[in-house]
């Protein structure tokens, strides 16, 4: 190997490696640091690749490459860096190089080639270079690395991990030019990074924090149905001023392989190599995006998007490594700076979303170049920069009637959970009949002899009701109109909308349109909500059915109906009464009670009306346990059977 050369450099070994690991604290945060350098380099696609059999980590990209001049530099001004004043560049300080050497044990090897010259090679010694005994001297004091200029190709071939298979590949060098290059390898590298690479989310790691493209196969796009606004985000992420990208590839054990076995190549490009996409979380818990909670806007030097749902984004099991995965996020060029909720900083405006429904967003957001903001390890930001401030204050001003929107949301939502929603779940669990069977028996003193009597007296009271004529037709049942159609009931700011099409977990979902005209909240009920169910009640087995009756026959018809024979048992409940149907499903547990006193006391034929009449207006003001011992005196009254 001709034309050894020999550097020196007077900094302290200690101060750099100490500096690089509080800086590039990761694996990920490493490589994120070479990939910074490659994009700065005019690199078009970075290589990783992890051996870990043989304990080799490589990095390769088709930069501009450099020469032995060029690494003498990068050594002899760590801490200063190159390329500070570069406009727009991304690697400030030059310490990347060496925090990625910090993974290796013993020796690393960076090949590269600049155009029109031979490639040079930097025979590095880390076992050297980062000795605790060599901590306190300068590192040209001791030998770590050793500089070679005029490398024919034939030598990085037989030594590199990645090049020898790239440059050989047809389809890799159609699309990508291999003329100029940098290559890392690292040997002996630390079993703890050997243990990220298997773990399976550490391409998702470098998914979030790389500036890569798009799949525009990927499921996140296949929750948006509207063609248009599925243009508008993939033209979002494909805009080159605030979403700059670089394709980045990962090996698989297909590659490692071909490598270590010395096959044939195949001829996919995509063969033993992972491509990485942008990450977008799964998002489980949201059906699909629409005009209504997706906004994509633009201020000055950024472009953001976000997604809000009036629930939580995602289940438990669905957060990313354990962590919340909602919030806004935060891109500079597309590098990932900070996750989740970054906004967090006390000169903000109240009015920028925040708790309690941060769980309800996930937003990221693009700036042009933050780099004059951002702390040394560019995932911090100084938050007294007069820019920063600036921007954060007009990104709060561009989501304050977005916030608005979704703070009342927040506030209606419990109102129609806590008086409709959750009603009729108790309702279809038969928690509801056996609170009203509790109380039964605590107006008779738990004596089950006066239950028994009392229960067996009342079916046989509601078996002289008079029948419907459409308890028998099953085309009254809201579970069967739904298959045909969806219905859709409007309040003054609110819609019910009862679907076939809806599918989620809890069978309920709520939307709030964070854009658009439209201001009205909508729950969207699942038709499987409403399916039949069975519940104890008054010592039998009966059957709750739902019924939909028309949007003028369901407004008086009666909320609740029994259709009682010696073979039916059947409960059957009209949510779309005009006495319940103001978020107050959930009287129908008094209402009941009503019934049964009214079923025992046929010469008070104003009782029934009376008390639904007092309770539509009252019900929220009357203590629970008063209303109660009320309708038990009806409940106990002696009368005439």
Known sequence: ??????LEIKVKGGIINTISKAIYSSTTDKIRELVANSRDADSECVVISIDKDNKKLSIFDNGKGIDKDDIKKIFESLGYGLKRDKEGALSHFGLGLISILQLSTTKAYLYSKAKSKKAVLANIDTKELFDEHNETKN??????IDIY?????????????????????????????????????????????????ENNTFSDQL????????????????????????????DFFEDETYCKTIDVFVNDEGFINEVNNGSDVKTDIITGLEKLYKYFPSFGRLREVTEENLVINEGINYKFYLLAKVDDLFTKEEGYQGKKVTGFTLRNQNFLVKENDYFDYDFLPDSLVNKPLRSWLYGEVFH??????????????????????????????????????????????????????????????????????????????????????????????????????????????LKNILKKTEIEVKYDKFKIIISDLVNTESGEEMVAPISGKDNINTLKLSRSFFNTHSVDFLGEKFDVKFVYLGPDKGKTADAISYNVTDNKKEIFINIFNDKIKNYQIDVLEVIVL?????????????????????????????ANQTLITRLGKYLTMKVDI
């Open 207 to 234: 998914s979030k924090t790389l500036p890569i493209g798009i799949n525009k196969s990927d499921p996140f796009f296949d929750k948006i149905k509207s063609e248009k606004l599925k243009k508008s985000m993939i």
């Open 1 to 6: 190997m001709p034309n050894q050369t020999k």
């Open 594 to 622: 009503v019934d049964l006193a009214y079923s025992r006391s046929n010469d008070k034929d104003d009782m029934r009306e009376y008390l639904l009449d007092y309770l539509q207006d009252n019900y929220k003001s009357i």
């Open 368 to 477: 042009k170049n933050l780099n004059e903001m951002l702390q040394v390890s560019r995932k911090d930001i100084i938050e007294s920069n007069k820019d920063f401030q600036d921007f954060a204050n007009d990104f709060a001003k561009k989501i304050d009637d977005i916030n608005a929107k979704l703070r009342q949301a927040y506030n209606q939502r419990k109102e129609i959970r806590d008086s409709f929603v959750t009603p009729i779940r108790k309702i279809i669990e038969g928690e509801s009949f056996r609170k009203i069977q509790n109380n039964i028996g605590t107006f008779f003193d738990n004596d089950p002899e006066k239950v028994e009597h009392f229960n067996k007296d009342i079916i046989q009271k509601l078996k002289t009701r008079t029948k419907k004529d459409w308890f028998n037709n099953e085309s009254c049942l």
């Open 139 to 144: 590192l040209n004091d001791y030998n770590f």
């Open 149 to 197: 200029n005029k490398i024919d190709d034939d030598f990085i071939n037989s030594t590199s991990s990645i090049n020898k298979v790239l440059l050989k590949n047809k389809d890799l060098k159609e699309k990508y030019k291999f003329d100029t290059f940098t290559e890392i390898v690292l040997t002996d590298v630390l079993d703890s990074v050997l243990a990220e690479f």
